[in-house]
């Protein structure tokens, strides 16, 4: 997940998404409106107002009006004094804040930390703004927060700084504020009625499921208040990689672009936005071939994540690549080992090395639509954003069998999936970051995996949620909005920090069937919103729709469905869960259902709004059950 600038509030900006089969997402086209003229023009001439949803009953919405405003952070302090966190203002006489030189000593000395020795290499000591550092880096001993898979660091040439945790909120500074105008209006949404989603990297088409209460929309209105167009803002601040909307792969210091086989071959790269080896086009067979990126600059992330730009092997233009045997080393940034990229492209690779140590470079990824098959490898990686099997803008198909998964990075997953993934008896590790993630409308499929996470959550703010398995859309504009599904059979998934699952600001299904679970904490499902802090979705809206679908399992745990979320949950073939369903009875719609060979053992009273099965398949272990507010006598 990566954030652009977001364009002055004037600009609208308009995707055309080009689909795919197979659930996949193509790369997006962009254009920029820049007169507000065009867009009424756009939308039959009708006038456009700017609403915040109070509420929603069937299709009828009801909203306040109102106007967006960019915000420009805190308001000023008198005499155009800055707040005391960002730059304390002058004292009288030029003197500091005392936090940055005590006051004079005796006979008009100064204290020895007033000024301390040159350092080495020309830094400044601590406290002085110190020199900017190739590519706008943090200076040593600084530690940013890690991001999200694909995503760069805050400081990144281009890149505008952002707090620890990501991005703020619509109340934060560079975003944008709705201003109440104080006068309420509803309007009905049809079938003909036109819904945009609006992200941080374009617009995608969406549906009334796609609005909830505090969104704020742009609506034009036609006969009887019935809505002929509905633009759902996003009101975050964007973040801005300079990523080129045209693929862009540098150079690369050897290409293969004719038919043919070859063995033994040593293939290295030290240029700047340089592959070592590139297969454009070709269909080749490389065996027992090294391959080594360990110099060389990035110029822009999203490039190298998005497009193959400085990966160490990238196929393209519809190449289709055999490797087996190799070994593949990475040290730089966006240094992902071996990238599939573009539709009909594939990679088809076995038994191989692949490490990777800085951030951005994932182990083997696949973007565009791309295909990668991978059996038998062992991949390793140890930057931030560098998941072992990753996937990025487009998508594509990914299937692995066999090897071993490692990541040891923050935000970086075993699995980051933008993509339909499929992994059947490998080992999967993530030493600090969730195990697997899933953004917007993809999948991960597992069969006789064992799953090992532990989140790292020194980075996070205080109201982050910590999990193992998370699914969720960014709202970036790199996966495509819809259903998201998680499977697993056999093999055993481990949390060591955090709840098992997490899912919000999407809708998903989650299949389970002969997996052995272990949890870090006791919370087994988390569905819920988020603070809106990184810009997944509008506080107040952008809850989790879950299908849970439990198949001869064992579920152990507590369910907490918040009140913006729903849950519908199959118990079958003999599955046993041993748990409670939203204890404290503040939740959203939770459905069971539960067949006649499987059981339900309360360990805490439970909230649901509907049961489908016999009451009998539930034991209340001492607890209440309350279905619609009303308790069940057992």
């Known amino acids: 997940m990566n954030f652009r600038n977001v364009k002055p509030m004037l600009a609208v900006v308009i995707a055309t998404s080009l689909l795919t089969g197979c659930n996949t997402t193509k790369a997006q086209e962009y254009k920029v409106i820049e007169d507000t003229t065009k867009i009424k023009e756009e939308q039959g001439g009708e006038q456009v107002q700017t609403v915040k949803v109070q509420s929603i009953e069937g299709n009828i919405i009801t909203a306040i009006q109102g106007e967006l405003t960019e915000n420009s952070g805190p308001p000023a302090l008198p005499n155009g004094e800055t707040p005391t966190d960002e730059n304390p203002p002058a004292l009288p006489d030029g003197e500091v804040q005392a936090s940055e030189a005590p006051p004079a000593l005796p006979n008009g000395e100064a204290p020895t930390s007033e000024a301390p020795p040159a350092l080495p290499d020309g830094e400044t000591p601590t406290g002085e703004a110190p020199p900017a550092l190739p590519n706008g880096e943090a200076p040593t001993g600084e530690t940013p927060p890690a991001l999200p898979d694909g995503e760069a660091q805050a400081g990144e040439a281009g890149v505008p700084a952002k707090p620890e945790g990501g991005m703020p909120g619509e109340n934060a500074m560079g975003g944008k504020v709705f201003n109440e105008l104080g006068e309420s209006i509803s309007f009905t949404v049809d079938d003909q009625t036109k819904i945009t989603i609006e992200m941080l990297q374009g617009t995608q088409e969406g549906t009334m499921d796609n609005i909830g209460v505090n969104d704020v929309l742009e609506i034009a209105l036609g006969d009887g208040n019935v809505a002929t167009s509905i633009v759902v803002k996003n009101l975050q601040m964007g973040g801005g990689f300079g990523g080129s909307h045209t693929v862009t792969q540098g150079t690369s210091a050897h290409t293969i672009d004719t038919d043919g086989s070859i063995s ?13 080896l590139r297969v454009d086009g070709a269909n080749v067979v490389l065996q027992d071939i090294q391959v080594e990126k360990l110099e060389g600059e990035s110029s822009n992330t999203e490039n190298g994540d998005f497009y193959g730009q400085n990966a160490a092997l990238l196929a393209t233009n519809g190449a289709q690549v055999t490797v087996e045997n190799a070994t593949v080393n990475t040290e730089t940034v966006n240094g992902n080992g071996v990238f599939s990229y573009g539709e009909g492209t594939t990679v088809n690779i076995s038994n191989s090395t692949i490490r990777t140590s800085a951030r951005n470079s994932g182990g083997i990824q696949t973007t565009g639509g791309g295909t990668t098959h991978a059996t038998h490898l062992d991949i390793e990686t140890q930057g931030e954003s560098a998941a072992a099997i990753r996937s990025d803008r487009g998508g594509g198909i990914v299937n692995v069998k066999g090897g071993t998964y490692t990541t040891n990075g923050t935000g970086s997953p075993a699995i980051y999936s933008t993509a339909d993934i499929s992994v059947a008896d490998a080992t999967l590790t993530a030493n600090h970051s969730e195990a697997i993630v899933i953004e917007g409308k993809n999948s991960v499929r597992l069969e006789n995996c064992n799953v090992v996470g532990s989140m790292d959550s020194n ?75 990184r810009g997944w979705g509008t506080k107040g809206s952008n809850g989790g729709k879950a299908t ?62 509907a049961l489908d099965g016999d009451l009998n398949q539930i034991k209340s272990n001492g607890f209440n059950l309350y279905i619609n507010g009303q308790r069940v006598q057992f």
């Open 459 to 533: 980075h996070l703010e205080a109201n982050e949620n910590i999990q193992n398995i998370m699914i969720y859309q960014s709202m970036s504009g790199d996966a495509e909005m819809g259903h998201s599904t998680f499977t697993a059979k056999g093999g055993s998934i481990t949390a060591k920090q955090g709840d098992l699952f997490y899912v919000t600001n999407t809708t998903c299904t989650i299949e389970l069937s002969d997996v052995k679970l272990n949890l870090a904490n006791d919370i087994l499902l988390k569905i819920a919103g988020n603070e809106s802090s």
């Open 548 to 609: 849970v679908i439990a198949t001869h399992q064992v579920l152990e745990g507590k369910m907490i469905v918040d009140e913006i979320s729903t849950m519908d949950m199959t118990l079958s073939e003999g599955s046993a869960f041993t748990g409670s369903i939203n204890e404290t009875g503040n939740g959203g719609n939770v459905k069971v259902s539960i067949d006649g060979t499987s059981t339900w053992t309360l360990t805490g009273d439970s909230y649901i709004t």
């Open 264 to 276: 033994n071959e040593h293939y290295a790269s030290t240029g700047d936005d340089e592959n070592a």
